[in-house]
């Protein structure tokens, strides 16, 4: 069975810190690491990852894929009240390119 | 424009109730999705529609049954739901090479809608 683990499962910091989230995996058949960031509703969309070593950035928010230690991080540096949410990880394998398995998520909480 | 709306963002209803609950998207994506998503815990995938088939059925119970009337629109249709039913309906869509309906050969990323919070009482 496919397996996400996400930690910490949660993290208070202070604004300006800068914080690192990891998420491994056990899938057979590895396609793809998607991150989402979920504040009172939707996921919402932040990387997909599909190659190793390839670090992926949009603004303070950066994400790297190892596959070969079957992991990924999500770093956000400068951190903003703003970004209090949980952070999914979620992976793609086997035959079906459809299928997302999440991690239980990390909860992080930033206060000014 | 990355949008998929989903209605009614708020929905109560009985045990005997039928309700249906609506998702748009108008990105040409030809996947859609519908997930559940309790409290404190990451969604959990019910359906996939592809091309307007049905794809995945993660052996949902028969009471909900989704439809997919054309390419921007999926419904979930809703009967004889229970109170452990109650949850974060969240739809969301991906795109799809042409031809690889069934069993897609490119991971793309989905896109959810902000969801419909349903209670069963």
């Known amino acids: 069975e496919d397996k996400v683990v996400q930690s910490p499962l949660s993290l208070v910091v202070h604004e300006g810190d800068t914080v690192t989230l990891n998420c491994s995996y056990e899938?057979?058949?590895?396609?793809?690491l998607l991150w989402y960031k979920q504040e009172k509703k939707a996921p919402t969309f932040l990387f997909m990852l599909?190659?190793?070593?390839i670090e992926k950035k949009s603004g303070r928010l950066s994400s790297i894929l190892d596959k070969k230690e079957l992991f990924s991080i999500l770093n956000i540096t400068a951190t903003q009240t703003g970004d209090s949410a949980i952070y999914l990880c979620a992976v793609t394998s086997g035959g079906s390119n459809y299928k997302l398995t999440f991690g239980k998520g990390t909860l992080l909480t930033v206060n000014p | 424009d990355t949008e998929v709306t989903q209605t009614p963002k708020h929905l109560v209803m009985g045990m005997t109730n039928k309700k249906s609950l609506k998702c748009e998207q108008h990105?040409?994506?030809?996947?859609m999705y519908w997930y559940k998503q309790k409290a404190k815990k990451p969604p959990e995938l019910m359906f996939v529609y592809s091309y307007e088939k049905l794809s995945i059925n993660e052996s949902v119970p028969s009471r909900f049954s989704p439809e997919c009337p054309n390419s921007s629109l999926l419904n979930l249709h809703l009967h004889a739901l229970q109170p452990e039913d109650s949850a974060l309906y969240l739809c969301?869509?991906?795109?799809?090479?042409?031809?690889?309906?069934?069993?897609?050969?490119?991971?793309?990323?989905?896109?959810f809608g902000p969801g419909t919070r349903l209670t069963v009482t």
């Open positions: 969301a869509s991906s795109q799809v090479l042409p031809g690889q309906g069934l069993r897609p050969t490119a991971p793309y990323e989905q896109y």
């Open positions: 990105m040409g994506h030809r996947a």
């Open positions: 599909t190659s190793s070593g």
């Open positions: 899938v057979t058949n590895f396609r793809s």
